[in-house]
């Protein structure tokens, strides 16, 4: 495999070698050759050539396959042959290869013997394709024979060739001397069976061609000639060109339904699918500018369908605001032939979509319905304003470049400009829903964020989002625990959002809990006027803080020491200090009553005990 050859800004003249894609063998493999800004002047072959050879006495050269070759931006000139000839086969064992998505654009083509040849095969070749060749963009100056000529075989013994979707847009012919502007031949001399299939002629300007082969038209088409049979042509359609001042006709072997939308003098096309027969009104066709004149009817008289956005110098195709449309097809109208009218105070605007999905992108004013149509024309200081929707699947994702955000874009047309509208495909999406029970109250937040709960408990996440929830109580409250979803205990709980989840959140209510002991506090015996201290230990084991009170301690025997109002936090004791210091002899009873905030015990009697000794 030889891929990725750079030919460039080099000249070639008769006695330099030209530029040979060429395989002599079999299954060998040219990919992404770049042929630019060269120079071709006085040769006497053809300056390139993409071609499958087999020379006597060698194996076969089939197989091969010639790719992705761009030629671009060259100038030939005064060259004794075809600038550029794509061969599918020559010679009897160049069988089956291929010569696919050649680029011909951008180039100079003046004063050689041919333009552009493309022929399935030569010398009994068979079985060879060329496929998806776009000619575009050139420019064709007083060239001896055809501008471009397509073949589909030479030659007896030449059979099975194909030449397919061929297109040929945006490019101007002028001066062709002999034969045709545009040539296709299914097979000559003797060749049978070949096929050409798809010829697209599309916003070419054709014109000022003295062809002095009398009858000889611009385009001419013919399946057979100079003794070849079954060969075959279909699928020729010629859109949006203009056939000017050339000496003995617009077409041969050409039907009115495949000719839409051009400027022609000839019989027959005239007033049929939009064709029209008046002049262009170039600028100065004399000096070689083929450049439209303000009201030209050639201006907005096209279609927009199928043809190509941009002309033969880059400029943008769009609808004239100022010129009432007379084309078909669908708004946006086009012009016919190879420049694009510009009014010095019209703005062009363009849209561009990216992303992975889809959608639509209209205006108001109308001209803008993308896709197809991205790009529209505006007198200058109109206001533009730009609606996105997307297609079933995607989402808008937003507009970048003078605009942004997601809601309807504003243009001000004072330049030329361009938005870019960024439509992604939708990823399936589900709801992660909080649901908050208990006594108590708190928040639950997420990250990434979208639930605040509070007052936003559900949000909808994308397919496979990691999703961490936090819970935060009220002062007054306290989090308990999570459930559902796959989360429990109290600390933050991480879910996959990969169906809809819902995920309870516990706040409890703050209480306390209160517990004495001991409960009796028995003293034993204690001499009289003598005293005795123990401890009441009061524990706190709820959640909030415990308020105690003592409430009423009956008989002059016992005693409490310390403050009556006691303050005890959470999972925290308080040690109360009690004196039995009795007064005479015999057995002491008193009850101690405390009183709390706990709601399961809002008194509490403690029985105190003692003898006096």
């Not at 509070?454 to 990691?466: D, L, P």
Request: charged residues 15%.
């Amino acid at each position: 495999m030889i891929e990725n050859v750079l030919i460039q800004d080099n000249t070639f003249s008769e006695t330099t070698f030209p530029v040979e894609l060429v395989s002599i063998s079999s299954n060998n493999r040219f990919s992404n050759a770049q042929i630019l800004r060269n120079r071709f002047v006085g040769r006497n072959v053809s300056p390139i050539t993409l071609c499958a050879i087999w020379n006597e006495g060698s194996p076969p050269a089939s197989g091969n396959i010639i790719e992705d070759t761009l030629i671009s931006e060259n100038i030939f000139q005064e060259n004794n042959n075809p600038a550029i000839h794509l061969n599918g086969g020559l010679n009897a064992k160049a069988m089956g290869n291929t010569i696919i998505n050649t680029q011909i654009v951008n180039n100079l083509i003046v004063g050689n013997k041919d333009g552009i040849f493309l022929s399935g095969s030569f010398e009994g070749a068979n079985g060879n394709r060329i496929e998806k060749t776009v000619i575009s963009n050139n420019i064709f100056r007083d060239n001896e024979g055809p501008s471009v000529s397509i073949s589909g075989g030479e030659n007896l013994g030449t059979t099975g060739n194909a030449i397919l979707d061929t297109q040929i847009l945006n490019n101007l012919m002028t001066g062709t001397r002999r034969f045709v502007v545009i040539g296709v031949v299914g097979g000559r001399n003797g060749a049978s069976g070949n096929r050409i299939d798809t010829v697209r002629i599309i916003n070419n300007t054709i014109a000022e061609n003295p062809i002095i082969d009398v009858g000889a038209a611009a385009i001419g088409v013919v399946p057979d000639i100079e003794g070849s049979v079954g060969n075959s042509i279909g699928g020729v359609t010629v859109l949006n060109t203009i056939f000017w001042d050339n000496l003995w006709g617009d077409f041969s072997g050409v039907t009115s339904d495949e000719v839409a939308f051009c400027i022609t003098s000839q019989l027959g096309f005239v007033g049929i699918n939009g064709n029209i027969s008046t002049d262009p009104k170039f600028v100065n066709p004399a000096e070689g500018d083929f450049h439209l004149q303000p009201g030209s009817p050639a201006i907005d008289a096209g279609t927009s369908q199928g043809t190509p956005v941009s002309d033969l110098e880059g400029n943008a195709r769009f609808d004239d605001p100022a010129t009432v449309n007379t084309g078909g097809g669908e708004v946006p109208y086009y012009d016919i032939g190879c420049f694009e009218y510009h009014r010095p105070d019209v703005a062009s605007l363009t849209i561009i979509e990216e992303g992975t999905g889809s959608g639509m992108v209209t205006s108001s004013p109308a001209g803008i319905s993308c896709g197809p149509t991205c790009s529209g024309s505006y007198i200058q200081g109109t206001s533009v304003t730009l609606t996105a929707a997307p297609s079933s699947g995607s989402v808008f994702a937003g507009w970048s470049g003078v605009c942004s955000g997601t809601g309807d874009c504003v243009v001000t047309m004072d330049s030329d400009k361009s938005v870019t509208a960024t439509f992604n495909l939708q990823v399936a999406q589900y709801s992660l829903t909080v649901v908050k029970v208990g006594t108590g109250d708190g928040t639950v937040t997420s990250s990434p964020a979208g639930i605040s709960c509070g007052s936003a408990c559900s949000e909808i996440f994308q397919k496979a989002t990691r999703v961490k929830l936090t819970a935060t109580a009220n002062s007054d409250s306290i989090f308990t625990g999570w459930s559902g979803g796959g989360c429990s205990g109290t600390k933050p709980c991480q879910v996959t959002v990969d169906s809809a989840i819902t995920i309870t959140a516990s706040f409890d209510k703050k209480v306390p809990h209160i517990s004495v002991s001991p409960n009796p506090l028995p003293f034993g015996s204690v001499k009289v006027g003598k005293n005795l201290k123990k401890t009441l230990q009061i524990a706190n084991n709820g959640t909030g803080d415990l308020s105690v009170s003592i409430g009423g301690l009956g008989g002059p025997d016992f005693s409490v020491a310390g403050s009556t109002n006691i303050m005890v936090k959470p999972k925290k004791s308080y040690k109360l200090n009690i004196t039995f210091k009795p007064t005479s002899t015999g057995d002491k009873t008193a009850t101690l009553v405390l009183n709390s905030n706990d709601p399961a015990a809002t008194t509490i009697s403690i029985s105190l005990t003692g003898k006096g000794i």
